[in-house]
């Protein structure tokens, strides 16, 4: 099997903690200059600002060099860009370090900071943070949280070793624990292992579970309930499906507090809107690292504020940052 060239080192540094945009340009094509290809590649909404950088010359390759908008179309080559960026709402909350080695940095994020740049989420999420914070241009995440999931993320040191680190997410030689606040249902028979299958499309906001082999299984416990008809569940997923503790919450009639999408889709929760964060916590990460062979079992030491203070979650201010 013929092995892939590795991409080259990029000539462009982080900005704000995110790295610049790499485009390699496909083997085949009918395009003569580099200009039309990423004028077709990012669609007309954005030709405007394919033709500005152009003409800024902030499009470069490997080189570094400005490549200049009639520069002949070579299959394989790369280029490299950043972004323009729309401001961004700082989200308000500390992003705590509970492990650092030269190896793997765990840290405890915060509701509504997305872990990894995507979309209108670029220098507002924990991976640029710490870049910046910790002065660590390597680090990259070895999994992720959703932006309204609270708790502990693992990034990896370096690059080289990120593989290993990823390889344990999908292996599942991870055991992650979860934290939620939930109706109580005293008719529900717990502790109960939920297997289904869920699936999601690209392009929509919610997963949702579909006949079949089941791909998704969840063990769901109660730690305790309170006379006000709140319960607070400890939630095990043994595989990781998009969403798979909110369907699985969902499904046993018990969703989670918070969430926007389940039962029923209200709306995406945008940019500045901090009140109510989804009580969902991932308490624990549980593994042996793969490099070192150390045992790990790491704790958030957050909590959840519909559980601390229900009224004060629950009110125009939401749990702001006792909502953490």
Not at 20 to 27: A, D, T
Not at 60 to 68: E, H, K, Q
Not at 192 to 203: A, C, P, Y
Not at 277 to 292: G, S
């Amino acid at each position: 099997m013929r092995r892939r060239t590795p991409p080259p080192p990029s000539p462009l540094p982080q900005r704000d903690g995110v790295d610049p945009v790499r485009v390699r340009l496909p083997g085949e094509g009918r395009w003569t200059t580099v200009r039309e290809h990423l004028l077709e590649r990012f669609g007309a909404a954005r030709a405007d600002v394919v033709e500005g950088m152009f003409a800024a010359g902030r499009i470069v390759g490997a080189d570094g060099r400005a490549v200049a908008p009639e520069t002949a179309y070579t299959p394989g080559m790369f280029v490299w860009f950043h972004r323009e960026r729309a401001e961004e709402e700082q989200v308000p909350f500390p992003l705590e370090v509970v492990y650092r080695d030269e190896h793997v940095v765990v840290a405890d994020k915060p509701h509504f900071l997305a872990t990894t740049p995507r979309g209108s989420h670029v220098t507002e999420t924990a991976l640029a943070r710490l870049r910046r914070e910790l002065g660590l241009p390597s680090l990259g995440a070895a999994h992720r949280l959703d932006r309204l999931t609270a708790g502990l993320v693992l990034f990896t040191v370096r690059p080289e070793e990120r593989g290993a680190y990823q390889t344990l997410f999908r292996d599942r030689r991870v055991r992650k624990v979860y934290e939620a606040v939930a109706p109580y249902d005293p008719g529900l028979d717990l502790p109960v292992t939920v297997r289904s299958r869920i699936v999601k499309e690209r392009g929509t906001l919610t997963a949702r579970e579909v006949p079949g082999e089941p791909n998704a299984v969840s063990r769901v416990e109660l730690i305790e309930h309170r006379p006000d008809g709140l319960a607070r569940y400890r939630l095990t997923p043994l595989t990781g499906q998009t969403h798979q503790l909110r369907v699985h919450m969902t499904a046993l009639g018990v969703p989670i507090l918070g969430d926007p999408l389940y039962p029923e889709v209200a709306a995406p929760v945008p940019a500045g809107d901090f009140r109510r964060p989804l009580q969902l916590l991932a308490r624990e990460l549980e593994f042996t690292d793969p490099v070192t062979g150390t045992a790990h079992r790491l704790r958030s030491g957050r909590t959840l504020a519909a559980w601390s203070s229900y009224a004060a979650w629950e009110g125009p201010g939401g749990g702001g940052e006792r909502g953490q």
